[in-house]
């Protein structure tokens, strides 16, 4: 997913996951800004992908999916921070939690997470 860290600041992590879904499905997006790299997502590896998840939504805090939603929307921890007039180290634990309580790795997976789980609205 490397490659498109540079379109994140521009897109959103939730627009460019969900070009990518519709590029792995074989559906065309429509965005310039992404097209080329939503087209590139067929080579990225298995490893990628978010792992399967078990854990519902249900069992994330309403804190913790204000959190998933501003994640999703690609804010970083101060402007999440700002945002719902926390700390950026409560932030901090916040996401680690997330994160922990629904066995992903990092941001994007949970960004993916969020989107395939309805916890965001489509941009």
Sequence with gaps: MHMFANLLPKLGVAALVLALLGADSGAPFRQPAIGAAAAAFEGESATDQPPSVETRPT?????????????????????????????????????????????????????????????????
């Design 59 to 123: 069992d994330l805090t309403e804190r913790e999916r204000e959190v998933v939603r501003l994640v999703a929307q690609g804010r970083n921890n101060a402007e999440i921070a700002r945002k719902l007039v926390i700390s950026d180290k409560t932030v901090k634990t916040h996401v680690s939690n997330i994160l922990s309580k629904l066995n992903l790795e990092d941001r994007t997976q949970l960004a993916i997470y969020a989107i395939k789980n309805g916890l965001v609205d489509s941009p």
